[in-house]
Nanobody, 126 residues
């Protein structure tokens, strides 16, 4: 059974940092492209970042570029999202996704991902 379990969310002041983890089980997550999305109240789910299975290249939404870093630990079958210089507008439920159904050109499309975690709340106070 495939599972993605996020951890590391919480409440932080603006300018602070958090690191999210996404532990994969039931499959070798590191063989697949994985991503982070987020959804704020009343808004649609939006792409945050992705790490490509082959080569390990990364992609970031413009809103987080330079502040967030995605990485993976193959030995732990885990993907991380280091979030620095957090802003109140980063407040959202962050979910990891695995197994892209189409090519990397569509990795920013939430509908192209097969597996999802339950989400972790990140709240940034001003």
């Amino acid at each position: 059974q495939v599972q993605l379990v996020e951890s590391g969310g919480g409440l932080v002041q603006a300018g602070g940092s958090l690191r999210l983890s996404c532990a994969a089980s039931g499959f070798v997550g590191t063989r697949y492209t994985m991503a982070w999305f987020r959804q704020a109240p009343g808004k649609e789910r939006e792409f945050v970042s992705a790490i490509i299975s082959v080569g390990g290249s990364t992609d970031y939404a413009d809103s987080v570029k330079g502040r967030f870093t995605i990485s993976r630990d193959n030995a732990k079958n885990t993907v991380y999202l280091q979030m620095n210089s957090l802003k109140p507008e980063d407040t959202a439920v962050y979910s990891c996704a695995a197994v892209l159904l189409s090519g990397p050109a569509r990795l920013r499309d939430a509908g192209q991902w097969l597996y999802w975690g339950q989400g972790a709340q990140v709240t940034v106070s001003s």
